[in-house]
Nanobody, 123 residues
Framework: QVQLLESGGGMVQAGGSLRLSCLAS????????VGWFRQAPGKEREFVAV??????ASHYADSVKGRFTISRVGNTVHLEMTKLKPEDTARYYC??????????????????WGQGTQVTVSS
């Protein structure tokens, strides 16, 4: 089993940057998939980005492409967020699964979840 713990959320003005981190503990293998979702009040949880290691590919939602970057260093997955917009305000969750060669934008397919970290972007 893998446990995920997010950190790095906060408040920032539009145009600013934040870096989220997700520390994975337990048996996280290099082939496992870890990504980020977010949920704003009154809205469904939505896919943000995901990182595969084999192959080494990253995938992003259209709404964050070119502004967010997902990366991994050891057992920590980072989400570098730049050019933040008020519509990026949400609770951000780290999620993962023991997939090999597969990834998904559907939250219900992920078996591991963190508690989330709040990101608030003011205009």
């Amino acid at each position: 089993q893998v446990q995920l713990l997010e950190s790095g959320g906060g408040m920032v003005q539009a145009g600013g940057s934040l870096r989220l981190s997700c520390l994975a503990s337990g048996q996280l293998l290099s082939t496992h998939v870890v990504g980020w979702f977010r949920q704003a009040p009154g809205k469904e949880r939505e896919f943000v980005a995901v990182k595969q290691w084999l192959p080494g590919a990253s995938h992003y939602a259209d709404s964050v492409k070119g502004r967010f970057t997902i990366s991994r260093v050891g057992n920590t997955v980072h989400l570098e967020m730049t050019k933040l917009k008020p519509e990026d305000t949400a609770r951000y969750y780290c999620a993962g699964n023991a997939w090999q060669g597969y990834w998904s934008t559907r939250s219900y397919e992920y078996g591991w979840w963190g508690q989330g970290t709040q990101v608030t972007v003011s205009s």
